[in-house]
T-cell receptor, first 112, second 112 residues
Framework: DVKVTQSSRYLVKRTGEKVFLECVQD?????MFWYRQDPGLGLRLIYF???????EKGDIPEGYSVSREKKERFSLILESASTNQTSMYLC???????????FGNGTRLTVT | EDQVTQSPEALRLQEGESSSLNCSYT??????LFWYRQDPGKGPEFLFT???AGEEKEKERLKATLTKKESFLHITAPKPEDSATYLC?????????????FGTGTLLAVQP
């Protein structure tokens, strides 16, 4: 089975802090994604990557950046956390075709 | 603009009471429609992919169907363990590989 592991289940940070969310997948997938999930808004795509060192903006990239130095690892960075970035963050991966996404269990981030 | 709408937002059923969840979509050419199940505190878990109108997929008590405008997830004789949020997502032709547009989900509660 594909395993997508997110390093933290819960995270509490202060406004202005730099925050790193880490995601690792063990199936040699080319594509990796970061979504945030908010009540009433569903899952919204922040960034995705289809190869090492490659990245593409999703629908809501403002305030975020990403890093993919190795194929199995995709990091989401909040340069200066704000309270409106309090959310559930979900990482996903898939192969390079039209296969379904495999999700991690999420990181619930609270910014105070 | 590509859009996915799920209804109802929430559904409460008695054990054994069959029903259907709806996912209507507007997309400029459908590449695929995906159903996911999400349990509280976990990431979405893949259920089905449908690619063309008339296609049907089944798994245990769940059956997904697809028309040119909507998809239904039929739940036959549900059990309490079917309680979860069910998410629908579409992938549009011409879009970035594997980029999905999600609905906001239907929260299903099955009471014993």
């Amino acid at each position: 089975d594909v395993k997508v592991t997110q390093s933290s289940r819960y995270l509490v940070k202060r406004t202005g802090e730099k925050v790193f969310l880490e995601c690792v997948q063990d199936m040699d997938h080319e594509n990796m994604f970061w979504y945030r999930q908010d009540p009433g808004l569903g899952l919204r795509l922040i960034y995705f990557s289809y190869d090492v060192k490659m990245k593409e903006k999703g629908d809501i990239p403002e305030g975020y950046s990403v890093s993919r130095e190795k194929k199995e690892r995709f990091s989401l960075i909040l340069e200066s956390a704000s309270t409106n970035q309090t959310s559930m963050y979900l990482c996903a991966s898939t192969t390079g075709d039209y296969s379904p996404l495999h999700f991690g269990n999420g990181t619930r981030l609270t910014v105070t | 603009e590509d859009q996915v709408t799920q209804s109802p937002e929430a559904l409460r059923l008695q054990e054994g009471e069959s029903s259907s969840l709806n996912c209507s979509y507007t997309v400029s050419g459908l590449r695929g429609l995906f159903w996911y199940r999400q349990d509280p505190g976990k990431g979405p878990e893949f259920l089905f992919t449908l690619y063309s109108a008339g296609e049907e997929k089944e798994k245990e008590r769940l059956k997904a169907t697809l028309t040119k405008k909507e998809s239904f997830l039929h739940i036959t004789a549900p059990k309490p363990e079917d309680s979860a949020t069910y998410l629908c997502a579409v992938q549009a032709r011409g879009g970035a590989t594997n980029k999905l547009i999600f609905g906001t989900g239907t929260l299903l509660a099955v009471q014993p």
